[in-house]
């Protein structure tokens, strides 16, 4: 008979493997179906699109640009819709809408025809990013959270990792690392045919294009016709293997379904009905004691034996719109959603999805040798982003990574500003990649982690991603091929074509935005930092009050979430 923590933990490690194995594929589908639907614009652009659909001047730009009108509109009511559909319908809704809309982009033959298309695509993408982000918040703990996303955020990478398993006896801090690279390893070798064919749409694009002249249609145009089918299918999938939450995963016994929901309560104060006895407030400034941290309900627990049974499991939350608003004013929304746009606005778009290819191809390189060489970048950028992912859980840390890696891509962009020669241009690439890309499963992370109540985290995600694709209309003006029109607002993004391969107006833009992002992101930290040694001194008491008061009048039935004083933010 294992003792309670010996049991704990086989229970967890357990779950946890059946977690990744059901649910991190899928996404890691999904999102690699994104990543190649962004990637697919600039690579059908090398391949004809803007000759086939008399494209003049900044046109491609401005059809890049209105995607955002309906993709940022979206985000937020999507994750409030998720709730009453479950994720495991609406996610693969929105895949399989927009799979449908790529298939149709292979008809385009107008710039007319190119903006409703784009328009169409952007609604119906607008949610992934912000679903998927809720969902894993709704299975996963708070500090097994960014492997996760690190994972399936890689997945639009590459599959040049391999994780050997250890079979010594490891001490007990070892083994949740251990656990992390055995979902890794699984996760690699499962999903290894997705992400062999993802090395990157440079590669994959690079094969489709091949088929130019098939059926008597332009290789660009089968680019949509067969990356969109095989996003129909990928949503197909996924609405069959995913999951709608742990109560209803059938992959779970009672036994581990019954533990899965107690250790995730654990990790969060999702209180709905009056204040318990536990949550009395008491004094500013009093002492709390070891017996105090025992008999209240203790946010960090790593057991689950104190929670409440399945059988006891609070209602669901009702919708309120003072948590929406919670969400929309709450300045760690701002400071890291902001901090996003930067990195939106530079490697994330202006170099992924768009500018990479038109910086490559500046550097010399035409059609398929274009597309090839937009892909070894990446190899460094993903490995270091499953590290990070790791490190960034098993030290609970997301802004302190960030402070850490950006830095790799002001270097990046000083020496692409600075170069005399194409090569080191291209090496430059590297960097920036290397810095962005573990960066932005840690802002990711930051929210999901920093907020509790299900609508305050629904909306904070979404906002996030909201305030940062704004990003997305300075993205796609960056790297331009002519002059732009003259607009007060973009009038200054504008770079010639006789800037290639230099780009020089480009990169110090990108390189603005990428040290805005690491100031945001310290003083995000810092903020964390200050709020989280008031809680430990006894200084966010009153909060226990206040929520009191709000429940007696009933202006509240929400939890009372990330506002209990014992709730501590994650870096």
């Known amino acids: 008979m294992p003792s309670p923590e010996e049991y704990d933990r086989i229970m967890t490690r357990r779950i946890l493997w059946k977690l990744d194995c059901y649910i991190l594929p899928p996404l890691a589908v999904l999102w690699l179906a994104n990543f190649i639907d962004r990637s697919n614009v600039g690579n059908a652009r090398i391949a004809g699109l803007e000759r086939d659909a008399h494209l003049q001047g900044n046109q ?9 009108v309906t993709y940022l509109v979206v985000e937020i009511p999507s994750n409030i ?28 033959n107008s710039y007319g025809g190119l903006i409703a298309i784009r328009l169409c695509l952007g609604l119906c993408e607008g949610g992934l990013l912000p679903g998927m982000i809720l969902y894993l918040s709704t299975v996963y703990r708070r500090h097994e959270f960014q492997l996760r996303v690190g994972i399936f955020y890689a997945s639009g990478g590459h599959n ?44 994959l694009a690079t094969a489709i294009t091949k088929m130019e002249g098939v059926g008597g249609l332009a290789g660009w145009r089968w680019i949509y016709i067969l990356e969109g089918l ?76 104190s929670i409440a049974s399945p059988d006891e499991e609070d209602a669901p939350e009702p919708f309120e719109i003072r948590e929406i608003i919670r969400g929309l004013i709450d300045i760690q929304t701002w400071l890291t959603g902001i901090a996003y746009l930067g990195l939106v606005a530079t490697s994330d778009y202006a170099n992924d999805k768009y500018g990479r290819p038109t910086i490559v191809t500046g550097l010399g390189y035409s059609g398929g040798a274009a597309q090839l060489h937009t892909v070894p970048p990446y190899v460094p950028a993903v490995v270091l982003t499953v590290i990070v992912a790791i490190l960034s859980d098993r030290l609970k840390w997301r802004g302190p990574f960030i402070l850490i890696c950006l830095p790799l891509t002001v270097i990046g962009y000083i ?25 932005g499963p840690c802002i990711l992370s930051i929210l999901p982690n920093n907020s509790s109540g299900h609508y305050k985290k629904a909306t ?11 990003g997305g209309f300075i993205a796609t003006f960056v790297y331009t091929k002519g002059q732009l029109p003259a607009s007060a607002l973009l009038v200054e993004l504008k770079a010639s074509a006789d800037q290639a391969p230099k780009y020089i107006r480009g990169h110090s833009i990108v390189l603005a935005f990428v040290i805005l992002s690491w100031l945001l992101i310290a003083a995000n930290v810092s903020y964390c930092m200050w ?5 430990r001194e006894g200084r966010r008491q009153r909060n226990l009050e206040l929520y009191q008061q709000m429940w007696d009048s009933g202006k509240t039935r929400a939890p009372i979430g990330d506002r209990h004083p014992q709730f501590l933010f994650t870096l």
């Open 60 to 68: 491609f730009n401005a059809a890049l640009a209105v995607f955002y």
């Open 230 to 305: 095989a996003t129909i299918v990928a949503s197909i999938i996924a609405a069959l293997v995913l999951p709608a939450d742990i109560s209803s995963a059938k992959f779970l016994s009672a036994e581990e379904r019954s533990f899965a929901l107690k250790r995730l309560r654990a990790g969060d104060i999702t209180i709905t009905s009056g204040m318990s006895p536990e949550l009395q407030p008491r004094s500013p400034g009093s002492v709390i004691t070891e017996k105090d941290k025992e008999s209240r309900l203790e946010v960090k627990a790593d057991s689950p034996a």
């Open 531 to 535: 709020e989280n040694k008031a809680r």
């Open 160 to 203: 040049y990792l391999v994780i050997l398993q250890d079979t010594q006896t490891h001490s007990p801090g070892q083994h949740l690392f251990l656990e992390h690279l055995e979902a890794l390893n699984y996760f690699i070798r499962k999903s290894g045919v997705y992400l062999t064919i993802s090395l990157f749409s440079g590669l």
């Open 460 to 470: 904070t995600t979404a906002f996030q991603l909201a305030i940062a694709n704004t």
């Open 81 to 108: 819709v998720l709730k009453k559909m479950k994720a495991n319908r609406w996610i693969p809704l929105l895949v399989f809408l927009w799979g449908v809309v790529t298939t149709l982009t292979s008809l385009v």
């Open 415 to 439: 020496v692409a500003i600075t170069a005399k020669t194409n090569g080191t241009r291209y090496i430059a690439v590297f960097f920036m990649a290397a810095g962005v890309y573990p960066s």
